[in-house]
């Protein structure tokens, strides 16, 4: 799993930063999870292809996280695509987009399935054979929530030497590694477990969007692998980001530590700062596994 920042500034463009906008790539697919302004300019710019984009998640309706949304689609449609696009978002979207799409008596090429999002609940988005989403909610000046994205277990290991050892035909390797014990013509019963190892877990990652301080939504981040937290102020201003509904940089770093998250990412800075260093400091005070996020750049769990 590989997250790819596209845009990690609020509101405001500033110091060659920009709005909310990342790719995370999944056995081989790819999520976008907020579009901010330029987020298509910023994918060409990276190498980030869309012809793998199935699903694409907007946090909330404030427009620093969805106002590239539509010319992204509409883009795409004008490229040719023609496979079906999945888009999960707070309600009111729908309606935006259709009004923009009849405005301009356009009609895109592929099927646009809305998702809309429960407000104030955790709710499974996506699941397959690879990996899940789930949004949770946070607390925001309006309905936002945040989204955890699991890999499922690739399963049992099997340890082919050990399968040659006893025996075991080629053809009854998935079947090993689904747990099922293998049974030779003369009647020896050999064990899943002395042909494989453990799986490994799947790996997690866990974004919160736009938030205030809160420890509300802790049981849906718990020991993720990655955790992307707001760090929109320093701490200096926590009044001020308490009072606007954002995060500082202490206060992310104090939610990756109660989560137990292997490796903190900060983002969404104000753009009232072009030095982010202090922002790497102040966190490690309390965190110490933690990236200041960079445009362009990727994070690879």
């Known amino acids: 799993m590989t997250i790819t920042i596209l845009g990690n500034n609020s509101a405001l463009p500033a110091y060659d930063r920009h709005p909310t906008a990342q790719i995370v790539t999944v056995d081989s697919e790819v999520l976008l999870i907020d579009c901010g302004e330029g ?117 049992l290991k099997l340890l082919p030497e050990k399968c040659r050892e006893y025996q075991i035909p080629a ?31 799947g790996k997690k990652y866990a974004y919160t969007a736009d938030t205030r301080y809160t420890e509300s939504f802790l049981p849906h981040i718990i020991h993720s692998d990655l955790l992307y937290h707001e760090s929109t102020y320093l701490d200096a201003e926590a009044e001020k980001a308490a009072q606007r509904f954002h995060s500082t940089s202490k206060q992310a770093a104090l939610i990756a530590k109660a989560a137990g998250v292997k490796k903190l990412l900060l983002g969404h800075f104000s753009s009232k700062y072009k030095d982010l260093q202090p922002f790497q400091e102040e966190a490690t005070e309390i965190f110490s596994n933690v990236y200041v996020t960079k445009e362009g750049e990727s994070y690879e769990i």
């Open 171 to 201: 053809y009854f390797y998935q079947r090993i590694k689904d747990g099922e014990d293998y049974e030779r013509n003369d009647g020896f019963t050999v064990k899943s477990e002395w042909v494989t190892t453990p799986a490994l877990p």
């Open 39 to 155: 987020t298509q300019m910023q994918m060409q710019l990276y190498g980030q292809k869309w012809r793998k984009l199935n699903h694409i998640f907007i946090s909330h309706l404030h427009g620093d996280h969805y106002f590239g949304l539509p010319g992204l689609i509409n883009s795409m449609s004008l490229l040719g695509r023609t496979q079906p696009l999945n888009l999960y978002a707070p309600i009111a979207l729908k309606s935006i987009i259709e009004q923009m799409m009849l405005a301009a008596d356009s009609q895109l090429n592929y099927l646009l399935h809305f998702h809309p999002l429960n407000v104030g609940e955790a709710t499974l988005l996506v699941e397959n054979k690879a990996f899940s989403v789930k949004s949770f909610p946070v607390e925001h000046r309006i309905d936002c929530h945040g989204f955890l994205i699991e890999e499922k277990s690739h399963g």
